[in-house]
T-cell receptor, first 116, second 114 residues
Framework: AQKITQTQPGMFVQEKEAVTLDCTYDTSDPSYGLFWYKQPSSGEMIFLIYQGSYDQQNATEGRYSLNFQKARKSANLVISASQLGDSAMYFCAMREWGQGAQKLVFGQGTRLTINP | DAGVTQSPTHLIKTRGQQVTLRCSPKSGHDTVSWYQQALGQGPQFIFQYYEEEERQRGNFPDRFSGHQFPNYSSELNVNALLLGDSALYLC?????????????FGPGTRLTVL
């Protein structure tokens, strides 16, 4: 079974600083996908960024980048120039296949607080 | 472009009752997945529907059932509610389950069981 570990329950960062949220994963499948989602207090899960296991380069989406270290099985999210609106829960997830369908397996999440 | 919508937003039920939650997928998507998110936890996969059939199921009892309609919208039904069923229920839509498409989530339905 696949597993996602997020070891930082909470992070506090000053506005405009960069922040790295950690994620490690465990899988025996050679083909997999890793996702990061943001969940504000409203509850909606907002897709941020995706990294495929065969992607040669680290994924980037605006201020978000994914530091993908395959050998270490880590997929850390980097947010550059943090903003107050970045305060939220952040979840790392892995795509898992079964019965011809995919599901997402989530970590416990990291609560990020941006201080002015 | 309409995103994933869910109704109702909030719901309060008592133990033993039954509840139905609804989800409309993002335009162009035909696969719907349901997740349960208990307070302080990450979401847990309940099941996925594609072509009006349940394609994969997580570790949830038969009290949890679902349905997908020809217009791809979906319902989640929970019978004989328990206090432990209190959670945020999230619906996600994507292209067919065999694709590698991203799952996009709705705003969720917060269920409280008293």
């Amino acid at each position: 079974a696949q597993k996602i570990t997020q070891t930082q329950p909470g992070m506090f960062v000053q506005e405009k600083e960069a922040v790295t949220l950690d994620c490690t994963y465990d899988t025996s499948d050679p083909s997999y996908g890793l996702f990061w989602y943001k969940q504000p207090s409203s509850g909606e899960m907002i897709f941020l960024i995706y990294q495929g296991s065969y992607d040669q380069q680290n994924a980037t989406e605006g201020r978000y980048s994914l530091n993908f270290q395959k050998a270490r099985k880590s997929a850390n999210l980097v947010i550059s120039a943090s903003q107050l609106g970045d305060s939220a829960m952040y979840f790392c997830a892995m795509r898992e296949w079964g019965q011809g369908a995919q599901k997402l397996v989530f970590g416990q999440g990291t609560r990020l607080t941006i201080n002015p | 472009d309409a995103g994933v919508t869910q109704s109702p937003t909030h719901l309060i039920k008592t133990r033993g009752q039954q509840v139905t939650l609804r989800c409309s997928p993002k335009s162009g998507h035909d696969t719907v997945s349901w997740y349960q998110q208990a307070l302080g936890q990450g979401p847990q996969f309940i099941f996925q529907y594609y072509e009006e059939e349940e394609r994969q199921r997580g570790n949830f009892p038969d009290r949890f059932s679902g349905h997908q309609f020809p217009n791809y919208s979906s319902e989640l039904n929970v019978n004989a509610l328990l206090l432990g069923d209190s959670a945020l229920y999230l619906c996600a839509s994507s292209l067919p389950g065999w694709s590698t498409d991203t799952q996009y989530f709705g705003p969720g339905t917060r269920l409280t069981v008293l």
